[in-house]
């Protein structure tokens, strides 16, 4: 017959419990006396529990919630200062600015693949005059007319 060791395992699945709330606990406090930002996912984090497990805490999930509440909304943060924002005269300037640039390199554009184009019809030229391809040396097909 088996010895019945249901007594350990079931002493240690309450040790491990138990370990677990005190993780999200002390999770919660270092979080509350720090002014981090209250959540079930932060704290699920902070203190290395699932979310799910947390949600099964009706004392824990109640004080995440008072402290959430308590806490209120977070301020909306500004990405940017004020005195950093540009107006929209400045940004209608820099539009400008932008504007007049893409039209002076579409002109560069332009010219550089004009003298491309004259660059190359020059070698062109270079090429074939003086060479034997500069005539055709056979005679064309005669010109049948119509029937």
Do not use: F
């Amino acid at each position: 017959m088996r010895a019945d060791n249901s007594g350990h395992i079931t002493a240690h699945a309450r040790r491990r419990a138990a370990a677990t709330r005190k993780r999200a606990v002390a999770a919660l406090r270092r979080m509350d006396n720090t002014g981090a930002s209250i959540s079930m996912n932060a704290v699920a984090r902070e203190a290395g529990v699932s979310r799910s497990w947390l949600y099964q805490q009706p004392d824990l999930r109640a004080e995440i919630e008072r402290l959430r509440r308590r806490r209120g909304a977070p301020p909306p943060r500004r990405s940017v200062p004020d005195r950093q924002r540009a107006t929209e005269a400045s940004l209608l300037q820099r539009l400008e600015c932008a504007t007049d640039r893409l039209k002076q390199l579409e002109k560069e554009n332009r010219e550089l693949r004009q003298a491309l184009a004259l660059a190359l019809g020059e070698r062109r030229t270079r090429a074939y005059v003086g060479s034997r391809h500069d005539t055709p040396t056979k005679k064309s097909a005669p010109i049948i007319g119509p029937c």
